[in-house]
């Protein structure tokens, strides 16, 4: 081995060739973090390959090897090659994406491996006996885990309906076989009572990943998953990427959520890589919902994952009864006459309520009522929310904040009024109506502290809290036998957005929401306030429809030939100067059509992004629709190929998402 082949951690989709100084010999290997020289600096890589040639005349050699285990088996090199060439986003960049920050920190000295085993020990829960339905799912899983195969399962449960305990006895399998698990679960505010049930059952084998961890907890949780100590990782998406020896199975719980794209190179999916890294170490996948995304239920469908239902919630506990109420016919625009009066009663019977509204803040814009100006993010092209905290105008995109006018500065008016009810008013009217209750309020905002969740959620559990009001933090997961009313606040904030995904997004998050209730003894009510009562994603979720959404959200696709009849791929032409940008992403247009001929492909746009101006930055979009992802790939190369050459691209960045989540 004279010659490694190295993906350095850069932008620039190609590997470098470095030699072997002969005192490395013995420390070089595939996988491994090598520092080389990159022009004048000294940047991190790592080695993919070997030659005994070097292929280009001026070969520099390795500066230094600063760990002493690989970084990445040949299993990982696999999976994060395939990312970077699904997604467009470079070798190095995946890899170092798909490392946590402490990982990849220089130690002075080689680092060796610490030895971090926990001695706590744990009661460890029993598992519970499945009914029918529940056994059903677990033996075809237990099947495909036996035999060590790569197949998709997707589990089509309601709410309450037990997968949760599917998963901890389809693990108790996996590790019978000596393998290991990783589940994943959408976001911090779920994992505590993941945790808790997790741990319950499988006490220190389980390693928890997620954002409020320290930099010295997660470097431990990382070295206890690759000694073998930890047998189960669980947490947020970038645990895909967790260095398991030998997988087993691998859980995508709440399989439909937003949060498993991720919204930064690499623009990954997370039920994506899943699925390929299922297939390169042959386990088996098992994506759950009690909304399936719409692309799943199609593979299911079609007899491309293996479907799974569970119709039935444990103990035969019904589903809440839902009522819409036309927010047309009301005074208030917060509480409608129905949910004050529901809520009384709850209150007065000393029963939990949770309070759900997709918009944090006080109000979501000031607008005047003269000229009709609204105050807007200086370089965003969004209105500004106000919050009470602070008394300031915050922008939800950038952080700018501003000072409250009295006077408009367009018509020098005295008539600003805010407008949009966010969290925080909501809170403020519950403790005028309700003087006596004892409310909590869960968003961002209130949840910046480490423990703040599991505060919170320890609290509703105990019941020191009568109303928890929150965003979609509240929405999913969360099993509370106490409540017995759930409000829906208003279903137009996501029903109005500008994708076309909105409607399936309604549909999920208020059947989620629904399904916080009605999961004890007592029977659940939810209570949905619209502006939109006749639209199908409300009147399914009233009747918890699922199939009855997903054949009219079908049809709705398939005549548009949007996912999933198709792939899109996300051109963002962003840059300082808006004349520049519109131009280039002109350029990028006829470019896309002229590489796309012939292939199947249709190129929508130019067009101004629905939010044309971001940090400063304006944006326009062309979209790639094909029904090939292949095509999509070999026109999107010579794409980028084709716009490296172009001179009218200088001052503009074109960012590519490869089957974006959100249009933005
Ligand atoms: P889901 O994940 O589908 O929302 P969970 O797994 O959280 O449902 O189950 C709902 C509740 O029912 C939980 O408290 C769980 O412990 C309990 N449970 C699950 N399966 C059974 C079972 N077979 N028998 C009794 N209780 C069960
Ligand atoms: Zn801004």
Not at 390 to 406: I, M, Q
Not at 618 to 641: D, F, M, N, P
């Amino acid at each position: 081995m004279k010659y490694a082949s190295v993906a350095v951690e850069l932008p620039i989709n190609k590997l470098f060739q470095y030699s072997i100084p002969a005192g490395f010999q013995s420390q070089i290997a595939i996988g491994k973090r090598v520092i080389v020289p990159f022009g004048q600096r000294k940047i991190a890589g790592y080695v993919v390959g070997f030659a005994e040639k070097p292929e280009v005349a001026d070969v520099k050699p390795i500066e230094s090897v600063p760990d002493v285990f690989p970084c990445f088996d040949a299993g990982m090199l696999r999976l994060t090659q395939w990312l970077s060439e699904y997604y467009f986003c470079p070798w190095g960049e995946v890899m170092k994406a798909a490392l946590p920050a402490c990982m990849r920190k220089i130690p002075k000295k080689p680092r060796r491996t610490i030895d971090s085993g926990r001695e706590e020990t744990y009661q460890r829960s029993k598992p519970f006996r499945l009914n029918a339905e529940q056994k059903q799912a677990l033996t075809l899983l237990n099947k495909s885990i036996e035999e060590g195969k790569s197949r998709v399962f997707l589990l089509h449960g309601i709410t309450a309906s037990g997968k949760t305990e599917i998963y901890l006895q389809a693990i108790v399998n996996t590790l019978n076989k000596g393998k290991q698990a990783i589940v994943l679960v959408p976001e911090i505010s779920l994992t505590p009572q993941a945790r808790e049930r997790f741990e319950a059952r499988f006490g220190e084998e389980t390693a928890l990943l997620h954002s409020h961890l320290t930099d010295s907890q997660r470097r431990q949780t990382w070295e206890r998953i690759k000694s073998g100590k930890a047998n189960i990782v669980i947490g947020p998406r970038s645990a895909i990427f967790a260095p398991v020896r030998d997988l087993g199975l691998i859980i995508v719980d709440e399989e439909h959520e937003n949060s498993y794209k991720q919204m930064e190179s690499p623009r990954y999916h997370l039920r994506e890589v899943a699925i390929k890294r299922g297939e390169l170490s042959e386990a088996p996948v098992l994506l759950a919902s009690a909304t399936p995304s719409l692309e799943s239920y199609y593979n299911a469908q079609r007899g491309e994952y293996s479907l799974m239902t569970l119709t039935k919630r444990i103990d035969d506990r019904v589903l809440p009864g839902v009522e819409i109420v036309d927010m047309r016919d009301e005074r208030s625009h917060i509480f409608s006459h129905y949910l004050k009066q529901e809520l009384e009663k709850r209150l007065e019977r000393k029963e939990q309520v949770i309070l759900f509204l997709n918009r944090r803040g006080f109000s979501s814009f000031s607008l005047c009522r003269q000229c009709g100006y609204v105050v807007r993010c200086k370089r965003c092209s969004v209105s500004l929310t106000y919050h009470a905290g602070s008394g300031n105008f915050l922008c939800h995109y950038c952080n700018y904040e501003e000072k409250p006018r009295k006077i408009c500065p367009r018509c020098q008016g005295g008539y600003m009024r805010r407008l949009g009810v966010g969290t925080q008013q909501v809170e403020k009217e519950i403790r005028k109506l309700f003087p006596s209750a004892r409310v909590e309020r869960m968003d961002s905002d209130t949840t910046a502290a480490r423990d703040s969740h599991m505060r919170i959620f320890g609290a509703f559990k105990r019941g020191e809290i009568d109303i928890l009001l929150g965003t979609q933090m509240i929405a999913k997961g969360l099993d509370f036998p106490g409540v017995t009313l759930v409000g829906v606040i208003s279903a137009d904030t996501t029903l109005s957005f500008p994708d076309f995904r909105a409607s399936e997004r309604t549909f999920q998050l208020l059947t989620q929401v629904a399904g916080r209730t009605g999961r004890g003894a007592l029977p659940g009510k939810v209570i949905i306030q619209t502006h939109s009562p006749e639209h199908y994603a409300v009147l399914a979720a009233k009747k918890h429809d699922y199939e009855g959404f997903y054949k009219e959200e079908l049809e709705f696709r398939r005549q548009l030939l949007y996912p999933p009849f198709s792939h899109l791929v996300l051109l963002t032409i962003a840059g300082p100067k808006e004349d520049v940008v519109e131009l280039s992403a002109r350029s990028v247009s006829d470019a896309a059509n002229e590489v796309s001929q012939g292939k199947g492909i249709e190129i929508l746009g130019p067009a101004p992004a629905p939010l044309l101006r971001i940090r400063g930055k304006y944006r326009w979009q062309v979209i790639l629709k094909g029904e090939k992802v292949t095509c999509l790939h070999q026109a999107l190369a010579s794409l980028l190929e084709e716009l490296e050459n172009r001179h009218k691209m200088r001052g503009v960045k074109v960012i590519v998402d490869v089957d974006p989540a959100a249009m933005l």
